[in-house]
T-cell receptor
Framework: AQTVTQSQPEMSVQEAETVTLSCTYD???????LFWYKQPPSRQMILVIR??????QNATENRFSVNFQKAAKSFSLKISDSQLGDTAMYFC?????????????FGKGTKLTVNP | NAGVTQTPKFQVLKTGQSMTLQCAQD?????MSWYRQDPGMGLRLIHY???????DQGEVPNGYNVSRSTTEDFPLRLLSAAPSQTSVYFC?????????????FGPGTRLLVL
């Protein structure tokens, strides 16, 4: 079974600075997808970024980028130029590609606070 | 498109009562799923559906039933609510499950069982 670990329950950063959230996962699969979701106080889950395991290039979406280290099973999220609106819970999630259900396996989340 | 919608936003139940959490999407997505979110537990899959008429169990299905009579709707039923079912429930959908499309989440339903 796949597991996702987020080792930082809480983090804080000053506005305009850069912060990196950590995520590691355990799987025997060779092909899979990884996601970062943002959950603001409104509770809605919002997709931040997605990475296909077969792609070596790290995914980027504006101020958000990932450092995907497949051999190390690591998938960290870097937020550049942090904004107050980035304050939220951030969840790392894993989805395998072949067979079975399309089930997202989530980490327990990191609470990020951006301070003015 | 409204995306994924959920009703109600908040509900209080007494132990033993039944209710249905509604989920609808207007994106013609094949795949729909229900998750529950508990403090310190992340999100856990309850049930999912890969198309109308097809449902299957996820990680924590006990105490919940689902059906998928249309592509758009995927209601979650609690037949006899228990305090352990106090949680926030999220519905999610994606275009085609075989392609591992990105899942889109609804705004959530907060359920309190007394």
């Amino acid at each position: 079974a796949q597991t996702v670990t987020q080792s930082q329950p809480e983090m804080s950063v000053q506005e305009a600075e850069t912060v990196t959230l950590s995520c590691t996962y355990d799987t025997s699969e060779s092909n899979y997808y990884l996601f970062w979701y943002k959950q603001p106080p409104s509770r809605q889950m919002i997709l931040v970024i997605r990475q296909e395991a077969y792609k070596q290039q790290n995914a980027t979406e504006n101020r958000f980028s990932v450092n995907f280290q497949k051999a190390a099973k690591s998938f960290s999220l870097k937020i550049s130029d942090s904004q107050l609106g980035d304050t939220a819970m951030y969840f790392c999630a894993f989805m395998k590609v072949q067979g079975g259900s399309e089930k997202l396996v989530f980490g327990k989340g990191t609470k990020l606070t951006v301070n003015p | 498109n409204a995306g994924v919608t959920q009703t109600p936003k908040f509900q209080v139940l007494k132990t033993g009562q039944s209710m249905t959490l509604q989920c609808a999407q207007d994106m013609n997505h094949e795949y729909m799923s229900w998750y529950r979110q508990d403090p310190g537990m992340g999100l856990r899959l309850i049930h999912y559906s890969v198309g109308a008429g097809i449902t299957d169990q996820g990680e924590v299905p006990n105490g919940y039933n689902v059906s998928r009579s249309t592509t758009e709707d995927f209601p979650l039923r609690l037949l006899s609510a228990a305090p352990s079912q106090t949680s926030v429930y999220f519905c999610a959908s994606s275009l085609m499950w075989t392609r591992q499309e990105t899942q889109y989440f609804g705004p959530g339903t907060r359920l309190l069982v007394l």
